[in-house]
């Protein structure tokens, strides 16, 4: 449920706010592959007999990464910020994203640094992140356009918006920072039977 007028989103704008001048290097898209069993990496070896998904990330000088998400069938590139409670994404690109008309009332997203954001809540969309996918998922439309600033003024490509904490916390998101991979599970999905047991049971 949306709170009616007045709203304050305070969590919303997490890090990423306070962090802008510092943005350094845009990410480029990656293509995100389902997690593999036989992966050199111990993390992706326990992470795929549940199940999860690998979307690779791409860092940035500054600290910050990047990956490559889908709303409504169309590409753009998002921050990866565990700091913002929402997902947000920036109100110039609605359009663009065939964002639904926003529904609810619109509020204000408060930072940690006191500065107030208009904001408005569109639901009903299909959020994909390689195969994890939310096919009502309601995003915040919010101005971006200080961190875009921050981005054209260092020659860097701008951002179409951020993945917060609403999707970790659905995904049940584990970063890999050693490796520059996120991990989600999508809903529903199986527990994989490890290859030792299934050659056992077949004997």
Same mark, same amino acid.
């Given at each position: 449920?949306?709170?009616?007028?007045?709203? *304050?989103?305070?969590?919303?704008?997490?890090?990423?706010?306070?962090?802008?001048? /510092?943005?350094?290097?845009?990410?480029s898209a990656s293509t995100p592959a389902l997690v593999r069993a036989d992966d050199?990496?111990?993390?992706?070896?326990?992470?795929?007999?549940?199940?999860? =998904?690998?979307?690779?990330?791409?860092? #940035?000088?500054?600290?910050?990464? %990047?990956? +490559?998400?889908?709303?409504?069938?169309?590409?753009? #590139?998002?921050?990866?910020?565990?700091?913002?409670? *929402?997902?947000?994404?920036? /109100?110039? $690109?609605? =359009?663009?994203?065939?964002? &639904?008309?926003?529904?609810?009332? @619109?509020? !204000?997203?408060?930072?940690?640094?006191?500065? %107030?954001? @208009?904001?408005?809540?569109?639901?009903?969309?299909?959020?994909?992140?390689?195969?994890?996918?939310?096919?009502?998922?309601?995003?915040?439309?919010? /101005?971006? +356009? #200080?961190?875009?600033?921050?981005?054209?003024? &260092?020659?860097?490509?701008?951002?179409?918006? !951020?993945?917060?904490?609403? !999707?970790?916390?659905?995904?049940?998101? =584990?970063?890999?920072?050693? #490796?520059?991979?996120?991990?989600? $599970? @999508? /809903?529903?999905?199986? !527990?994989?039977?490890?290859?030792?047991? $299934?050659?056992?049971?077949?004997?």
């Amino acid at each position: 449920m949306i709170p009616a007028r007045g709203y *304050r989103l305070r969590a919303a704008c997490g890090g990423l706010v306070l962090a802008v001048a /510092s943005v350094v290097a845009a990410a480029s898209a990656s293509t995100p592959a389902l997690v593999r069993a036989d992966d050199a990496s111990p993390v992706a070896q326990a992470l795929a007999q549940q199940g999860f =998904v690998a979307i690779p990330l791409t860092r #940035h000088d500054s600290g910050h990464v %990047g990956l +490559s998400a889908t709303l409504n069938g169309v590409e753009g #590139h998002f921050l990866l910020d565990t700091g913002a409670g *929402r997902t947000m994404v920036e /109100s110039a $690109r609605g =359009v663009r994203f065939a964002l &639904r008309a926003p529904t609810a009332h @619109p509020g !204000v997203a408060t930072s940690a640094g006191g500065a %107030g954001l @208009p904001v408005q809540v569109s639901d009903g969309n299909r959020l994909a992140i390689g195969r994890y996918a939310d096919a009502d998922f309601s995003a915040l439309l919010i /101005s971006l +356009s #200080h961190v875009n600033v921050a981005f054209e003024n &260092r020659g860097q490509r701008a951002i179409d918006g !951020v993945i917060g904490g609403d !999707v970790l916390d659905r995904g049940r998101a =584990v970063i890999d920072y050693a #490796h520059d991979t996120l991990y989600l $599970r @999508p /809903s529903g999905a199986g !527990v994989a039977v490890p290859r030792a047991q $299934r050659n056992d049971s077949t004997r």
